[in-house]
């Protein structure tokens, strides 16, 4: 909190400083490589997006009622990090390259009721665009696989959990060492049933997936591990589609990463009021070049991080061995089903109601 507070008192100076040497209603901007450096002083926001849009070589679609102004100072941003800092009333289009199948930015447009043009693009814009980019490029990902590493805190000691996963269809493996004893784990599900086996204590725990989302239905997700974890192919799909904020592309790992924040959807409030673990927000780097995350964080209702995944060495489309997507059942191995006892918890926990504060006493 008192970083943002310096950060916004240090923005609102360096506006103040340029704007005493730049006359009202005035602004610059330059362009170098891709970045922006604006300064303005209470200038119009039409004109400053109509100056980026030439300096862009894109179209835009101005809304001639936005009579707001800007004051700012920003230096070496991207077109979006711009657009987002100067007007909320703006968004970005963008269009797959038939080239490079890579996406660019199309124009400039306003986000509400402004412009025939934009009120018929208004499912385009940002972040729209990308999520429906990142959407359809799942479909064509038929299987992969990928390393990848979950962060968490166990009963306030920090844990991390390494491991490979490997998915085809609704059909997934994962193998994981988990500390302090790097015991391993390995789970496999064929969309019907899930097992999760522990050879160290000769244990199998089942599930009965088909029972479970039919009985739980939408607390179903928050029943099944980690969020994220059997969905690399379609990250976004277990998120609120109307909570993105899509906060511009980083460089990860060497790697051009879209930026996307949003709610978890499908899970109750009451489930939410009464597992405190249950994460309601959710944080996303995922690759510009082929759909798939990279990272994700996922966080509590008071904004904690809860977990976090890390994703690495992701090959698209492999041949997996059908043996390592099946599961029999090791002789010698205790079976613990464990789908009606999460059936009958769920349940319960849905018909405790939270504890309600204590009643005023009555006035005398």
């Known amino acids: ?8 008192v240090a923005c609102l100076l360096a506006a103040r400083v340029f704007g005493a040497n730049l006359e009202t209603g005035k602004f610059t901007l330059t362009g170098k490589n891709g970045t922006f450096s604006l300064q303005a002083n209470d200038a119009k926001v039409n004109d400053v997006l109509g100056e980026l849009a030439k300096a862009a070589h894109i179209d835009v679609a101005l809304d001639p009622k936005d009579t707001s102004k800007t004051s700012a100072s920003l230096a070496d941003v991207n077109i979006e990090k711009l657009v987002t800092a100067i007007s909320q009333s703006y968004g970005i289009i963008y269009v797959e390259d038939p080239a490079t199948k890579q996406y660019r930015v199309e124009r400039i447009a306003a986000s509400g009721a402004g412009t025939a043009e934009a009120s018929a693009k208004g499912k385009e814009l940002m972040p729209g665009k990308i999520v429906e980019a990142i959407m359809q490029r799942a479909k064509s990902v038929k299987s992969y696989h990928q390393s990848m590493s979950m962060s968490m805190s166990m009963m306030g000691n920090p844990m991390t959990m390494q491991g490979e996963m490997w ?30 086996y522990m050879p160290m204590i000769k244990m199998v725990q089942k599930m009965d997936v088909e029972r479970l989302k039919k009985e739980l239905g939408p607390d179903y997700k928050d029943k ?12 976004l799909e277990g998120m609120d589609p109307k909570s993105f904020h899509y906060r511009g592309t980083e460089e990860l790992n060497g790697e051009s990463v879209y930026v996307l924040e949003g709610k978890l959807g499908g899970i109750s409030d009451e489930l939410r009021k009464m597992n405190p673990m249950t994460p309601q927000n959710a944080k996303f780097w995922i690759s510009t070049k082929d759909g798939m995350p990279r990272q994700a964080s996922f966080f509590g209702a008071s904004g904690q991080e809860m977990m976090s995944q890390q994703f690495k060495n992701v090959t698209l489309n492999p041949q997996i061995d059908p043996a390592l997507l099946s599961f029999t059942v090791p002789e010698g191995v205790q079976v613990v089903d464990m789908t009606d006892g999460v059936i009958n918890m769920t349940r319960q926990m849905k018909q405790i109601k939270p504890m309600s504060p204590p009643a005023a006493p009555a006035a005398k």
């Open 1 to 8: 909190m008192k970083k943002s507070l310096v950060l916004a």
């Open 167 to 196: 998915a085809q269809g609704d059909k997934i493996r994962i193998e994981m060492t988990v500390p302090p004893a790097n015991m391993k784990q390995i789970i496999v599900s064929d969309g019907k049933t899930a097992y999760t």
């Open 224 to 235: 099944m591990g980690a969020p994220g974890s059997s969905s690399s192919a379609n990250p």
